[in-house]
């Protein structure tokens, strides 16, 4: 069973504090996303990585960043918390060879800026 | 761009009755489509996906969902509901392009509750 992990489940911090969510996954997957999921929203890409070391922009990427230094991690950074940024956030996973291949998530991490 | 409806935020139906959840799709060229579920203090799993071929897709917990082109829809149903099936729904579409990785977008989510 592929497996994907997130640091923490509930996560309260500050405004102005430097939060950083992890993701590891064991499937070797080449392709990782963050998400934050908000009421009515649905879910946003915030970044995603296909490779070690590489990234790009999803839909709301302002203010966070991101960093993939191996294969199976991949964090999200919030350089200075704000309150507006308190939302679940979830980690997936998938490969990109072969057929169209679904994605693999994380249990989320739920993050209050306060 | 791609863009998925899921119209109704909440879906209520009775144990043992069958239920349907509603996603219509918005894509340029063909679509890869998917159903998530997200059960309580969970992450999204994955239910079926139609990629090609017969437009009656099967997939995990007796869940199947219908492609129709002609009404760009692909709602989700389930012959006869559980309460165990109360949760979240969520209908995503990824646009069928060459080269590179294309983005899936999510819809709003469904809620759907079973009533014993």
Known sequence: DV???QSSRYLVKRTGEKVFLECVQDMD???????????GLGLRLIYFSYDVKMKEKGDIPEGYSVS??????????LESASTNQ????LCA?????????????????????? | AQSVAQPEDQVNVAEGNPLTVKCTYSVSGNPYLFWYVQYPNRGLQFLLKYITGDNLVKGSYGFEAEFNKSQTSFHLKKP?????????????????????????????GTKLQVIP
Not at chain 1, 68 to 77: A, D, N, Q, V, Y
Not at chain 1, 86 to 89: A, D, I, L, Q, R
Not at chain 1, 105 to 114: D, H, K, S
Not at chain 2, 86 to 97: G, I, T
Request: net charge positive; charged share 20%; glycine share 8%.
């Open chain 1, 68 to 77: 993939r230094e191996k294969k199976e991690r991949f964090s999200l950074i």
């Open chain 1, 3 to 5: 497996k994907v992990t």
């Open chain 1, 29 to 39: 997957h080449e392709n990782m996303f963050w998400y934050r999921q908000d009421p």
């Open chain 2, 80 to 108: 006869s509901a559980l309460v165990s099936d109360s949760a979240l729904y969520f209908c995503a579409v990824r646009e069928a392009l060459a080269g590179g990785y294309q983005k899936v977008t999510f819809g709003t």
């Open chain 1, 86 to 89: 308190t939302s679940m956030y």
């Open chain 1, 93 to 114: 996973s998938s490969f990109t060879s072969g057929t169209i291949h679904e994605q693999y998530f994380g249990p989320g991490t739920r993050l209050t800026v306060t």
